[in-house]
């Protein structure tokens, strides 16, 4: 069975993709390379023993999506991860966002809803919730205004999918709410490539780890929280990638309640900057350099996930603990780095 995996060369993407193999199914990639490498590819195959096929295209190519569907009228499934994600990259350039994340969903959607059946995972994430009421966050948090284009192209990205999926019988799908992905592949084959300074806060450890960086500045420690550090739902790549399996069964096999359903990803724990730092030091036996320094302008004080839905009704669950993350994160680090 054919899957169809936009941004199959990113970071959660080559995850899946390896995991997707791992399963059984064949796979296609779609990946423009602008925030991915196709070396990514030599390290899926090391890991599976299986090449994916691969097409690089640029998805805001309207002419090029359909010509791609014509060709490969035997997808089963599309798990769409191919978006700009740099939250402060959208608020200076947010047309680039909006034609990046919702054009080509646009594009992609209209070639399913031809389909005589269609199954479709979205890539969406927690920042829908802004600063939820309540902890832990459930998928009944009300969606609050976007904080950012980028928050905002995930929001109106599952209304788009929701209002499609309403009107057209034979496509189903599944929008997945990541909470804060970590981590890279036991193999060390495939992990995080960001480029340029890392905006999140794990590849910045890891990189300040290695000596690439100073040190970590730590976006303010006077939250209302235990230890003052925002606290956030640390989520191993491999669980993610997992659970985008278990979701894309759900719709093959028919099991989905309703043609548009919502799952929180994460592992239902919360964890502090302070506490990350604490395990980079037990996992790498280092001291990391850092500093405290002001607030970091959007960011909420704490998110974590409910679990329960995920758990009992797509029938997944994180298996891996912070420090095993935070471990395949070092190891990463250190082989990039040789
Ligand atoms: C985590 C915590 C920072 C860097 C973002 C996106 C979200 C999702 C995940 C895509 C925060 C602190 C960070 C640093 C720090 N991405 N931090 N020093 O902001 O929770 O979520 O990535 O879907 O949409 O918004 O993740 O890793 O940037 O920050 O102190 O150098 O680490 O203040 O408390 P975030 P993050």
Not at 23 to 39: A, T
Not at 60 to 89: C, M
Not at 259 to 276: P, Q
Request: hydrophobic share 35%; with cysteine; net charge negative.
């Amino acid at each position: 069975m054919k899957i169809l995996v936009t941004g199959g060369l990113g970071f959660i993407g080559s995850h899946t993709v390896v995991e997707l193999q791992n399963e059984g199914f064949e796979v296609v990639i779609i990946d423009d390379c602008s925030n991915s490498s196709e070396k990514v590819l030599d390290g899926i195959k090391a890991i599976t023993g299986k090449l994916p096929l691969f097409e690089k295209i640029d998805l805001k190519e309207k002419n090029k999506v359909e010509d791609f569907f014509k060709r490969h009228d035997d997808v089963q499934g599309v798990i769409h991860f191919a978006a700009s994600k740099a939250v402060g990259e959208s608020v200076e350039k947010p047309l680039l966002y909006y034609e990046n994340n919702i054009g080509t969903l646009v594009y992609l959607l209209k070639e399913l809803a031809e389909k005589d059946t269609a199954n479709f995972i979205f890539s969406s994430s927690c920042t829908v919730y802004g600063q939820a009421d309540v902890m832990p966050i459930t998928e009944n948090a009300p969606v609050k205004p976007a904080e950012s284009p980028y928050g905002n192209t995930k929001q109106i990205g599952e209304e788009i999918i929701s209002e499609t999926c309403r009107v057209t019988p034979s496509l189903k799908a599944i929008a997945l709410r990541y909470f804060n992905p970590m981590g890279a592949h036991p193999s060390t084959e495939i992990g995080e490539l960001p480029i340029g300074v890392p905006q999140n806060l794990v590849p910045f450890i890891t990189q300040t780890g290695v000596g690439m960086r100073e040190e970590l500045s730590v976006f303010g420690d006077d939250y209302p929280t235990e230890d003052g550090t925002c606290v956030r739902d640390y989520i191993y790549v491999v669980d993610l990638a997992k659970a985008h399996v278990q979701a894309l069964k759900r719709l093959l096999e028919g099991k989905n309640a309703d043609s548009y359903e919502v799952f929180n990803l994460g592992t239902g724990k919360g964890s502090s900057v302070l506490e990350v730092i604490n395990s980079f030091e037990r996992v790498s036996g280092e001291k990391l350099n850092y500093k405290i320094v002001d607030r970091r302008a959007g960011d909420i004080t704490e998110a974590y996930a409910d679990t329960t839905k995920a758990n009992q009704v797509l029938g997944w669950k994180a298996q891996y603990t912070l420090d095993e993350a935070m471990k395949s994160a070092w190891d990463w680090e250190r082989k990039i780095r040789g």
